[in-house]
Every structure is written in C-alpha cells, then in structure tokens.
C-alpha cells in the first residue's frame, strides 16, 4: 500500500500516525478485500494537508463552492468502474493488481474549528476526515438520509476502532 502525504498546510501535523490511520482504514473496511474476485498488490492513495486560500480554490473549482472546507475527496475513475463491473473477477490478474483510489485534501484551519465544536483535538478532528474522505473514495456518500447513516455508522466504527488500537479511547 502506498500513501503518499504532502503537507502544504503551515502546520506541524503527526503525519506517521495520519498514514497509519490512512492504511489501517483501506484494510478495516474490508472493501477492497477480495474486490469482484481480486486481490490488489497495489493501492494508491495520495493525501495533502493545505491552507485556507488552496481548499478555498479547490472547492470553488470542483464544487462551485468558493467557500473554505474541511475535506475534499477525488476519487479515480479507474476504480468507480471497476466497481461496477465484473470484468475483473472475468479477467484474474489482467490489469487489476492496482488502483489508484485517489487524493483527498484536507484544511487543518476548519477543521481545527470544527474539532472545538465537536469536542475533539486537532489530531483526532484530522482523523475523522481523513476516515471520511477515504470512505468517500470507497463509494460512500452522504447526500440522502439512508446513505448518510450507513456512512457515518461506518466512520464512528472505523474512528472507535482506531482509538482503540491506539489506545486513546
């Protein structure tokens, strides 16, 4: 697994334990475990930490939100199709020992804010979205009720299991 962290945030982050979290995350949700049939001998996942001008950018660019935010996630195409066909389980070891799942971007500023209002430090706040921007590259989203409630159901799991192995619970 390889996960590849650029801070470009101006903050002093503990960027060990963020990519410990990251892999222990893609293995615990078991999603990509045997995926249509295939074990992946790579998984790409590219996390950058950014300041308050960058996310703002990024998140008008994308979004059309001008607006700063706490995460934001791309996912790669690659891997949304092979979701959604059975080629690889077909097709054993062509082309699918790989993926690329995609970057996630997050802004320490807001989420700093929203850690305050969550009762949360900063590194735990930063924990929970990185949880969140990595389900979102998994297929999970948040826009409907139901959604919604299988995702966040998913992250408490995946953040208590967390906080357990390291033993901060």
């Not at 801070?7 to 963020?18: A, Q, V």
């Not at 410990?20 to 074990?39: D, N, W, Y």
């Not at 082309?95 to 305050?116: F, Q, W, Y």
Request: proline residues 3%; charged residues 30%; hydrophobic residues 40%.
């Amino acid at each position: 697994m390889e996960i590849n962290i650029d801070n470009r945030s101006g903050r002093e982050l503990p960027l060990e334990h963020i990519e410990a979290l990251a892999a222990f995350t893609i293995k615990e949700s078991g999603l990509l475990e045997g995926f249509s049939g295939q074990q992946f001998d790579r998984i790409e996942l590219s996390l950058s930490f950014v300041d308050t001008d960058e996310i703002t950018k990024l998140n008008g660019e994308y979004r059309s939100k001008p607006q700063p935010t706490d995460v934001l996630s791309f996912e790669m195409d690659d891997f949304l199709e092979l979701a959604q066909t059975d080629d690889a389980a077909a097709n054993p070891g062509e082309g699918a020992s790989g993926i690329l799942l995609g970057d996630i971007v997050i802004n320490p500023d807001v989420a700093e804010k929203h850690a305050v209002i969550e009762e949360l430090d900063l590194e735990e706040e930063i924990w929970v979205l990185v949880i969140h921007g990595i389900l979102h590259l998994l297929g999970y989203d948040h826009m409907e009720a139901d959604e919604a409630s299988i995702m966040e159901e998913l992250e408490d799991r995946l953040f208590n299991a967390w906080l357990e192995k390291t033993e901060r619970s």
